[in-house]
């Protein structure tokens, strides 16, 4: 049979990163510059993580700066990647995401997220409680925080806004708990790739097994998470990536600092077992010039079918940063092709 092929729809997933030397402030105001220009250059989609305790991410509060970003930009879609359900009560996340949906119609995206998005201590802080913290919890708040928005099955509590004010309702993951969960309810899913790469197609492959059609969607669509530093070239490229990895070395070892420059990260001396961890973490990712982004995120896309790329850029300076989604827009983007 001839083979088909699709243009591929991206999007960005951004940590407002809190650079050295600079403030939480100058981060957030990086990232509203950020999505003003994605727009512009025609991204699908723009979603900010929740992540807390970490000195070098600033999105802590997702409803927030998706509020913020929403009054500085006009079409593109905004959303969480994610809003980590474990700290929060699902009244709480369908009133915020209920006001959004109203005030933006048609431009909000829920991304719900498992796991707490911290350490334990922290997540505690957050919820007061240890209950809702497990695993076992998820479906249920999950199903909870649906019914505020639709009220199928009446209560004595009215999300307002919130009911019938649906966002549009994604499940995240880096496993394969909540890409079968999404199939089960129908719902889209979006895998985290640029963290947990050695997962992500038997995840895809137990989503799509375990799809059934739903009000929301008839087929499976998948969105996948990527590491993506494109550059004038491969050595340049390289040289941007380097803070994050550092980042991400520290954070794993428990000592998150903001994120270093490329000297800083270039100096760092590195064990030999801190750069096989760093090695593990770069495979299956994008880094380099916009023909080697090009050839790695088609073998991305051929491996793994998916629907939409999300690319998430995490380098020292805006305008590398900025510099880094405009390569790909304008050189990249158009090559991009899977099978179907």
């Given at each position: 049979m001839a083979r088909r092929v699709i243009n591929v729809p991206l999007a960005v997933l951004d940590l407002a990163p809190v650079a050295a030397g600079t403030t939480a402030g100058d981060a957030l105001r990086h990232t509203t510059e950020l999505a003003r220009r994605t727009e512009e250059l025609g991204y699908h989609r723009f979603w900010v993580a929740e992540h807390h305790n970490m000195p070098a991410i600033a999105s802590s509060a997702p409803a927030v700066l998706l509020a913020h970003l929403?009054?500085?930009?006009?079409?593109?879609?905004?959303?969480?990647?994610?809003?980590?359900?474990?700290?929060h009560a699902p009244l709480v996340v369908a009133e915020q995401f209920g006001t959004l949906e109203a005030l933006h119609p048609g431009r909000i995206d829920l991304g719900i997220g498992r796991a707490p998005g911290t350490d334990q201590v922290t997540a505690l802080a957050l919820r007061r409680t240890m209950e809702g913290l497990s695993a076992e919890g998820f479906p249920r708040e999950l199903a909870d925080l649906m019914n505020y928005f639709s009220g199928e099955q009446p209560g004595?509590?009215?999300?307002?806004?919130?009911?019938?004010?649906?966002?549009?309702?994604w499940l995240l993951g880096s496993s394969g708990f909540s890409a079968q969960l999404a199939g089960l309810l129908g719902l889209p899913f979006s895998f985290a790739h640029h963290f947990s790469a050695q997962h992500t197609l038997p995840a895809l492959a137990l989503y799509r097994q375990s799809f059934r059609p739903s009000r929301w969607l008839e087929k499976p669509y998948a969105m996948v998470a990527v590491n993506a530093v494109c550059a004038e070239t491969d050595e340049r490229a390289e040289w941007l990536a380097g803070p994050a990895a550092l980042s991400f070395l520290k954070l794993r070892s428990g000592r998150p600092e903001p994120l270093a420059t490329p000297e800083e990260a270039a100096a760092y001396p590195y064990t030999d077992l801190e750069r096989e961890f760093v090695a593990q973490r770069r495979e299956g990712q994008a880094t380099g010039s916009t023909e080697t982004v090009r050839r790695q995120l088609t073998d991305l896309l051929e491996r793994t079918g998916a629907d939409e790329l999300m690319l998430t850029t995490l380098v020292y300076d805006i305008d590398d940063r900025v510099r880094s989604y405009q390569l790909i827009a304008e050189q990249v983007a158009g090559g991009l092709r899977r099978s179907a």
């Amino acid at each position: 049979m001839a083979r088909r092929v699709i243009n591929v729809p991206l999007a960005v997933l951004d940590l407002a990163p809190v650079a050295a030397g600079t403030t939480a402030g100058d981060a957030l105001r990086h990232t509203t510059e950020l999505a003003r220009r994605t727009e512009e250059l025609g991204y699908h989609r723009f979603w900010v993580a929740e992540h807390h305790n970490m000195p070098a991410i600033a999105s802590s509060a997702p409803a927030v700066l998706l509020a913020h970003l929403a009054a500085h930009t006009s079409r593109i879609r905004l959303g969480s990647g994610g809003v980590m359900l474990p700290n929060h009560a699902p009244l709480v996340v369908a009133e915020q995401f209920g006001t959004l949906e109203a005030l933006h119609p048609g431009r909000i995206d829920l991304g719900i997220g498992r796991a707490p998005g911290t350490d334990q201590v922290t997540a505690l802080a957050l919820r007061r409680t240890m209950e809702g913290l497990s695993a076992e919890g998820f479906p249920r708040e999950l199903a909870d925080l649906m019914n505020y928005f639709s009220g199928e099955q009446p209560g004595p509590i009215t999300a307002t806004p919130g009911r019938g004010e649906q966002p549009a309702i994604w499940l995240l993951g880096s496993s394969g708990f909540s890409a079968q969960l999404a199939g089960l309810l129908g719902l889209p899913f979006s895998f985290a790739h640029h963290f947990s790469a050695q997962h992500t197609l038997p995840a895809l492959a137990l989503y799509r097994q375990s799809f059934r059609p739903s009000r929301w969607l008839e087929k499976p669509y998948a969105m996948v998470a990527v590491n993506a530093v494109c550059a004038e070239t491969d050595e340049r490229a390289e040289w941007l990536a380097g803070p994050a990895a550092l980042s991400f070395l520290k954070l794993r070892s428990g000592r998150p600092e903001p994120l270093a420059t490329p000297e800083e990260a270039a100096a760092y001396p590195y064990t030999d077992l801190e750069r096989e961890f760093v090695a593990q973490r770069r495979e299956g990712q994008a880094t380099g010039s916009t023909e080697t982004v090009r050839r790695q995120l088609t073998d991305l896309l051929e491996r793994t079918g998916a629907d939409e790329l999300m690319l998430t850029t995490l380098v020292y300076d805006i305008d590398d940063r900025v510099r880094s989604y405009q390569l790909i827009a304008e050189q990249v983007a158009g090559g991009l092709r899977r099978s179907a």
